[in-house]
DNA sequence: CGATTTTGACCGGCGC
DNA sequence: GCGCCGGTCAAAATCG
């Protein structure tokens, strides 16, 4: 199925730069600067021990413990793998906040937050049909001989991360270059999912772009496996830039979307995390909630974020394996 | 002209 | 076993 569970960190951004993608050097970021609570330092002293958590568990050994990629921990997780069937409660995406978003698509989520319902039209008329044989003559010679991969080690467990981000654009800068190898109709959604892959040689780095069939503002990325290259293009994030929320803008630092969610979960943007999402450890995900974005910051460059978890078919809840770090602050 | 995108076919898993 | 479906391949088209 297309929503397939995951684990999802829902980040919005907004940029008012439409298409400046490519350039992809001018992707602002602000650091929860409009959220009326916004305290920089209540998350440092208390909330060290779930970054301190990320910390370790973002580091890519801890990942592959964490989720049970090593034999030793793997029974651990391997009941959350089985019973794992829920989905995203489309009402829950952004609930609070209203679309507002014909006139100024980038400033405002705007969560469809409509039921279940939603799925109903499109989906139909696949143009994948069945290839219609035989005419065109010698057709056997097509086929595609894919090198098999020796015994064992048949599908990749390679982690996978996905987050949200609320963009006018599908495919988002992050530093390394993509190569685009597919794209594919996406079930009960009107909109394609596109495949992407590390140019860099060796690196087997993949990555799916689509967008979300509740909410077309919304773009859903995935990442598949770490990349073992350096980042081709300039420079990369810094964690101490942005932790003041002073410099909202930091033009120089591109989104370095990074397959590697350590980049970001561990620096500042926890204190988005905790501060904008609002989710009951107990769910199976958490649900968004939008502050007020107000007209007169649009020309800011307003990146704000959010983290929408889901759950993971292969590794289970992050909120399972951290809960620490989704409570919900009294 | 090389690198990348486009796009239909093919593959393999899964459910019926 | 067949068909659906997500993912991938690769030839053609396009881009820079």
Redesign the pocket.
């Known amino acids: 199925?297309?929503n397939?569970p995951g684990n999802l960190y829902f980040r919005s951004l907004f940029h008012d730069n439409q298409h400046g993608d490519t350039t992809g050097t001018s992707v602002p970021v602000s650091v929860a600067g409009s959220s009326p609570d916004y305290n920089p330092q209540q998350f440092d002293p208390s909330q060290m021990s779930y970054t301190d958590c990320l910390h370790g568990f973002m580091d890519y050994n801890s990942l592959e413990k964490a989720f049970g990629m090593s034999p030793s921990s793997s029974e651990v997780f391997s009941s959350i793998e089985g019973n794992q069937k829920q989905v995203i409660s489309p009402g829950e995406l952004g609930g609070g906040s209203e679309n507002n978003m014909g006139t100024t698509p980038n400033s405002s989520i705007s969560s469809s937050s409509t039921e279940a319902g939603a799925e109903e039209d499109s989906g139909k008329s696949?143009?994948?049909?069945?290839?219609?044989?035989s005419e065109d003559g010698g057709?056997s010679s097509?086929?595609?001989?894919?090198a098999?991969n020796k015994k064992g080690e048949?599908?990749q467990k390679e982690p996978r991360f996905a987050f949200m981000t609320k963009s006018e654009v599908d495919h988002l800068e992050d530093g390394y270059?993509?190569?685009?190898?597919?794209?594919?109709?996406?079930?009960n959604s009107p909109y394609p999912?596109?495949?992407?892959?590390c140019?860099t040689q060796k690196c087997t780095v993949?990555k799916?772009v689509e967008r979300s069939f509740q909410d077309p503002s919304i773009v859903i990325t995935t990442y598949e496996g770490q990349h073992n290259h350096p980042i081709p293009t300039t420079l990369r994030g810094n964690s101490a830039g942005m932790f003041q929320p002073s410099s909202m803008l930091t033009p120089a630092m591109p989104m370095n979307l990074s397959s590697f969610p350590q980049e970001w979960l561990g620096n500042n943007y926890m204190s988005s995390i905790h501060n904008q999402v609002s989710g009951a450890a107990g769910s199976n995900y958490m649900h968004l909630h939008q502050q007020n974005v107000n007209p007169l910051d649009h020309h800011h460059h307003h990146h704000q974020q959010y983290y929408h978890h889901q759950q993971l078919p292969d590794y289970g809840l992050l909120q399972d394996i951290v809960p620490s770090m989704f409570k919900r602050e009294p």
């Open positions: 199925m297309s397939e696949k143009k994948d049909l069945q290839p219609k044989g057709d097509k086929k595609i001989s894919k098999k048949k599908r270059r993509w190569r685009k190898y597919g794209q594919k109709a996406v079930k999912r596109s495949y992407y892959r140019t993949k799916r």
